[in-house]
T-cell receptor, first 115, second 109 residues
Framework: NAGVTQTPKFQVLKTGQSMTLQCAQD?????MYWYRQDPGMGLRLIYY???????DKGEVPNGYNVSRLNKREFSLRLESAAPSQTSVYFC??????????????FGAGSRLTVL | AQRVTQPEKLLSVFKGAPVELKCNYS??????LFWYVQYSRQRLQLLLR??SRESIKGFTADLNKGETSFHLKKPFAQEEDSAMYYC???????????FGTGTRLKVLA
């Protein structure tokens, strides 16, 4: 099983360029998440999608947009990249049941550098 | 507001020594608490969750609602425990999932 797959694994952008990070899961999970990981700041939630057709802002949504394309896919777009968006980005998914303790399954991460 | 605080960025202990990684949280209601671990060159993965009351790889964590804490403990550290540990919080009525800033554990030989 692939689990959660992110592409690309590495990307270098110039300031002002745009790009989309792709994420797909094959576990039939309802909820999907995008986090960024920065030294000393841990994992911060950018956006999440509780279920297909819905998206909500997390802690640090500015400068990002997301699309829940279908149940499997959740993409993160940087419209005009800034050096402050240099980070490692993680996609995650969970069953998304309100009644239980949802466990996150993570992708391998995407390292983005903005020059 | 939901918040998870891990006060230690780095914790170094000798092999065989006890380990305690601290986690405090802020949440209105009944939280669901988790510990995730990231070993070198591996994906972030669940270590344990309070609802299961389990011991994984010798680690345990008790939810203390009075002190709003969920500290991770192990009586005898092993070198393979060296990793980045994140405490995380969610809730029964939300899909939001918040992480702390993480603690890097180094177990010295």
């Amino acid at each position: 099983n692939a689990g959660v797959t992110q592409t690309p694994k590495f990307q270098v952008l110039k300031t002002g360029q745009s790009m989309t990070l792709q994420c797909a899961q094959d576990m039939n999970h309802n909820s999907m998440y995008w986090y960024r990981q920065d030294p000393g700041m841990g994992l911060r939630l950018i956006y999440y999608s509780a279920s297909e057709g819905t998206t909500d802002k997390g802690e640090v949504p500015n400068g990002y947009n997301v699309s829940r394309l279908n149940k499997r896919e959740f993409s993160l777009r940087l419209e005009s990249a800034a050096p402050s968006q240099t980070s490692v980005y993680f996609c995650a998914s969970s069953e998304g049941q309100l009644s239980g303790a949802n466990v996150l399954t993570f992708g391998a991460g995407s390292r983005l550098t903005v020059l | 507001a939901q918040r998870v605080t891990q006060p230690e960025k780095l914790l170094s202990v000798f092999k065989g020594a006890p380990v305690e990684l601290k986690c405090n949280y802020s949440y209105s209601g009944s939280p669901e608490l988790f510990w995730y671990v990231q070993y070198s060159r591996q994906r972030l993965q669940l270590l344990l969750r309070h609802i299961s009351r389990e011991s994984i790889k010798g680690f345990t964590a008790d939810l203390n609602k009075g002190e709003t804490s969920f500290h991770l403990k192990k009586p005898f550290a092993q070198e393979e425990d060296s990793a980045m540990y994140y405490c995380a919080l969610s809730g029964p009525l939300t899909y939001k999932y918040i992480f702390g800033t993480g603690t890097r554990l180094k177990v010295l030989a």
